[in-house]
């Protein structure tokens, strides 16, 4: 426990102090207003294919995408990837292999950098894959979940600034949870 406790004050220490994301037209001011583009279908045996081939996940290969895509629309917008990495926050699930999902949030969060500086994809997608490693080796999920609950049962003054400056870390969530496989329904009403 001590152990363990150690572990999620040297993150919390490490989160704290890493830097605000950088500046990009990805970041801005939150709103109701939103966008939303879709690309051609991707066969899941296709990322599956390469996954196996390049020895990584097939989380990886489409984390590593999606961040080689960001690179390209930044290029396009003017901005200097070179070098260049964002931040996603990333949920993480805390429950047991095997253990049924009830209710509640047992999940984490970690700041995983998208190499969205890197053109080689394969570059692209072993940077990504080092990164979840060493992300899945951490105590930052679990840090995360502990914080938020703290939180959750504390002053109002401390929770904007606490929230603020964990916003600040990253520019997008980014998740590959899977929606409900059947229709779900609130008060008898079929959700859409």
Request: proline share 8%; glycine share 10%.
């Amino acid at each position: 426990a001590a152990r363990q406790g150690l572990g999620i004050a040297t993150e919390l220490a490490r989160v704290a102090l890493m830097p605000d994301d950088p500046p990009t037209p990805l970041r801005g001011r939150l709103s109701t207003h939103k966008r939303v583009a879709w690309s051609a279908p991707l066969p899941l045996q296709v990322a599956g294919t390469a996954a196996h081939t390049l020895g990584c996940t097939i989380n990886d290969v489409l984390t590593a995408a999606v961040a080689g895509a960001f690179g390209t629309y930044l290029r396009a917008t003017g901005v200097d990837v070179g070098g260049l990495a964002i931040r996603a926050a990333v949920p993480v699930n805390l429950r047991a292999a095997g253990e049924p999902s009830g209710m509640g949030n047992e999940f984490g969060l970690v700041f995983l950098p998208l190499p969205v500086g890197i053109g080689n994809p394969f570059e692209r997608v072993y940077a990504v894959h080092a990164q979840m490693q060493a992300l899945r080796q951490s105590q930052q999920p679990l840090m995360s979940i502990v914080l938020l609950a703290i939180l959750g049962i504390g002053p109002r003054t401390v929770q904007q600034p606490a929230i603020d400056l964990l916003s600040n870390k990253a520019t997008l969530v980014m998740s590959n949870v899977p929606g409900p496989r059947t229709a779900l329904r609130l008060c008898g009403v079929e959700l859409e």
